[in-house]
């Protein structure tokens, strides 16, 4: 029995303890031999590009869950396909890490007086970065996109060659530098402030819908189940939203809503074309000055208007409902982070409320 209790474990001497651990690292070792075959069979049959990666390395980070440097090292054993490195393996005589440096050389001489950090630099200063390498870094570029199982969410990883890495990763801080303050006690990470820019640029692409309003309606399904406070949405053919990602529909676009109960039986259809006529979004935003209202922002880009009362809360289409907001104010910090707009503040110096995780309504 290889995998020891607790109890086993406190009763072991030093020699003994020292003895299991080189029988677990050995058994690690086995298991790597074998997914490594197993890899070298995926690799073989071509597998990680019929899922649409480029490299068995692409493949072994998404469907293993390692990181990228662990990805490379099993790959490189499963490429090397040596029966040196694998005996080596099977044995357990030598550590997994030292077998992959060993594969990357292309060596089956384990180098025994050298450690691992040795070896590597020793790697490191026999590789140069050639044309070949160079040409590789342009053909191993990929971007891959995962939705969550329920698609609430999307997962982003990919690799870009050096320039074109650069000419993005620069991009984007451009965009994050311009997108306006983050509200008063609410810091975000660059990383947030990235993932912004990066939907920013990409929303930047979408027609915009008005002022021809000709936009096809979203049919929205609502759970009747839930109550008008904590409505159940899905958009028909497409993914799980929950309430805040539904009023963000609301306020946007002409939607068809279709309630039903819990069992899938139709209660009845909404109104539809309830989007913001485009005569009134033009007044709203001629009105406020094409600036954006919340105060201390006066943001000109993509303006939108909002509606005050939110269309949950039976907020109407009404112009003193509505206010010109900002794509960052609106997108980002109403409706992607739950803040509201105080209703009691001057229409052209908005106050923002933070927002209520609760999910219930604020009081009429
Ligand atoms: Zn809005
Ligand atoms: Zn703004």
């Not at 209790?5 to 072991?12: C, F, V």
């Not at 090292?73 to 550590?95: F, H, K, N, Q, T």
């Not at 050389?105 to 590789?127: E, H, M």
Request: net charge negative.
């Amino acid at each position: 029995m290889e995998i020891l209790t607790d109890a086993q474990i406190a009763e072991l001497t030093a020699d003994e303890l020292d003895r299991a651990l080189d029988r677990l690292r050995a058994l690690g070792s086995r298991i790597r031999a074998a997914e490594v075959k197993v890899l070298r069979e995926v690799d073989r049959r071509q597998i990680p590009l019929g899922d649409g990666m480029r490299t068995l390395e692409d493949w072994v980070v998404g469907r293993m869950d390692v990181r990228p440097d662990t990805a490379r090292r099993i790959a490189a054993v499963a490429r090397a396909d040596s029966a040196d490195l694998d005996r080596m393996l099977v044995e357990g005589a030598v550590s997994f890490d030292r077998v992959s440096e060993l594969a990357k050389a292309g060596s089956t001489d384990p180098r025994l007086d050298l450690d691992i950090v040795g070896l590597r630099s020793l790697l490191a200063r026999q590789k140069e970065f050639g044309r070949a390498e160079d040409l590789d870094s342009y053909e191993s570029r990929f971007l891959a996109m995962q939705p969550s199982l329920d698609e609430s969410a999307w997962k982003l990883w990919g690799r870009l060659p050096a320039l074109e890495g650069k000419i993005v990763a620069n991009a984007l801080e451009e965009v994050a530098d311009e997108l306006p303050e983050a509200p008063a006690g609410h810091r975000e990470s660059r990383a947030v402030r990235r993932a912004d820019a990066l939907f920013l640029l990409c929303d930047r692409q979408q027609p915009d819908r008005e002022p021809s309003g000709a936009a096809v309606p979203t049919t929205v399904i609502v759970d009747a189940t839930g109550g008008p406070t904590h409505p159940k949405a899905w958009v028909v053919s497409g993914p799980r939203i929950g309430p805040a990602t539904l009023e963000r529909i609301l306020c946007g676009s002409p939607i068809d809503v279709i309630a039903r109960t819990s069992d899938g039986e139709p209660l009845g259809i909404g109104n539809a074309s309830t989007a913001i006529p485009p005569k009134t979004r033009r007044y709203v935003l001629a009105r406020d000055g094409g600036l954006c209202t919340v105060d201390g922002c006066g943001s000109s880009y993509r303006l939108q208007p909002h509606h005050i009362r939110e269309r949950n809360s039976h907020g109407d289409n009404h112009h003193a409902n509505l206010t010109s907001l900002c794509w960052y104010h609106h997108h980002v910090v109403i409706h992607g982070r739950g803040f509201r707009i105080d209703p009691g503040s001057p229409p052209y110096r908005r106050r923002l409320h933070p927002p209520d995780r609760s999910g219930s309504d604020p009081p009429d």
